[in-house]
C-alpha cells in the first residue's frame, strides 16, 4: 500500500472511530430520556408523525402516539392538537396527519381542537412547518406559547434537539411507549447521533420576519 493510501485509509480509520465514539457517547441521553415518562403541561400539542403501512394503517409507533395523544387530549380539555406528517411514500393514500386526527376526533376530541400539519416528510419538517400553524392560530410567536411535542419514547432525545433548533426555548415532551420493535428504533437512534449533532447544514427553521 502507498503513502496515499495508507494515508487516506488512516483518515477515514479516525473518521469512523469518531463518529463511532460520538454515537456511543449520545445513546445514555437517549436512554435517559427515554426512561422519563414525560407528560407535561402545554397549550398546544405537536403529535410526530409516523410510518403508514399502505394505504392507511398506522405503524405500530404511529398507533401508540394516537392512543397515548387521545388520552393526553381527553385530560387537558384546553389544549389544541397539531397532528404532523403527510402523504408521501408509495400506496400512501391519507396523509399521517389526517389519519391521527381521524383516531382523535373517532375518540371524542372535537375537530375544533386539531390544526392539521400534513406536508412534513421529516421530523424535522413536522416542526418547521407546525410551528407557523401554532403561531397563527394563537396569534403570538413561538415563545410565548407553551408546545409540547408527542413522541414515541425512543425518540425523546432526538425530538427535543430539533425543537429546540426549531425556535423552541421551554421544550415541552409528552411520552409515548416504544412499542415491540424497539431495538431496531434504538440501533436507529446510535446512527442518526453524529449527523444530528455534528454535520453542518443550514439551520431550516430560520424564518424571516
Known amino acids: 500500500m502507498n503513502a496515499a493510501l495508507k494515508a487516506a485509509a488512516g483518515v477515514l480509520g479516525g473518521s469512523a472511530a469518531f463518529i463511532a465514539t460520538t454515537a456511543a457517547a449520545y445513546m445514555p441521553f437517549v436512554i435517559y430520556k427515554a426512561n422519563m415518562n414525560y407528560r407535561d403541561d402545554c397549550e398546544y400539542l405537536l403529535i410526530l408523525g409516523g410510518d403508514i403501512i399502505g394505504a392507511d394503517t398506522p405503524s405500530p409507533q404511529l398507533f401508540e402516539r394516537m392512543k397515548c395523544a387521545a388520552v393526553y387530549l381527553s385530560e387537558h380539555s384546553d389544549v389544541i392538537a397539531v397532528p404532523c406528517g403527510g402523504c408521501f411514500r408509495k400506496q400512501q393514500k391519507k396523509s ?114
Open 96 to 209: 399521517e396527519a389526517a389519519i391521527i386526527a381521524d383516531y382523535l376526533i373517532k375518540e371524542g376530541v372535537s375537530p375544533d381542537r386539531i390544526l392539521l400539519e400534513d406536508s412534513s416528510t421529516t421530523t424535522f419538517e413536522n416542526f418547521k412547518f407546525g410551528i407557523p400553524i401554532i403561531e397563527k392560530h394563537a396569534g403570538r410567536s413561538a415563545d410565548e406559547i407553551k408546545i409540547a411535542f408527542l413522541s414515541s419514547s425512543y425518540h425523546m432525545h432526538r425530538a427535543g434537539i430539533i425543537a429546540r433548533r426549531s425556535g423552541i426555548k421551554n421544550v415541552l415532551r409528552v411520552s409515548a411507549p416504544t412499542p415491540g420493535e424497539a431495538f431496531k428504533r434504538y440501533v436507529r437512534e446510535y446512527f442518526v447521533a453524529y449527523e444530528l449533532l455534528y454535520r453542518n447544514v443550514p439551520n431550516p427553521f430560520k424564518r424571516n420576519k
